[in-house]
Nanobody, 117 residues
Framework: QVQLVESGGGLVQAGGSLRLSCVAS????????MAWYRQAPGKQREQVAQ???????NYADSVKGRFTISRDNAKNTVYLQMDSVKPEDAGVYYC???????????WGQGTQVTVSS
């Protein structure tokens, strides 16, 4: 079992920046991929970005060039640097991890991102 705790959410002005963090514990040494998802009110949860253990990244088209995912394996932490934030980026952001034999099946509680225009 792994526990994931997100932090860094809050209120940001459109065009501003925010950095989310997620710390994993409990079975962190077996983690393979790490990812950020988000869910806006009335919308389905969508993957924003993911990063492999060795640092390969993928981004949703809507955030390419604005968001950067990174991880520190020594700290069992994944980050999401959000720049040039838009109102449509608002929502609850969730951290998720995968293991070698699973998908992104393990989730944190989420952190709220609110964007003021």
């Amino acid at each position: 079992q792994v526990q994931l705790v997100e932090s860094g959410g809050g209120l940001v002005q459109a065009g501003g920046s925010l950095r989310l963090s997620c710390v994993a514990s409990g079975n962190e040494y077996s983690i393979n991929g790490m990812a950020w998802y988000r869910q806006a009110p009335g919308k389905q949860r969508e993957q924003v970005a993911q990063i492999s253990y060795v640092g390969h990244t993928n981004y949703a088209d809507s955030v390419k060039g604005r968001f950067t995912i990174s991880r520190d394996n020594a700290k069992n932490t994944v980050y999401l640097q959000m720049d040039s934030v838009k109102p449509e980026d608002a929502g609850v952001y969730y951290c998720a991890v995968s293991f070698l034999t699973t998908g992104f099946d393990y989730w944190g509680q989420g952190t709220q991102v609110t964007v003021s225009s």
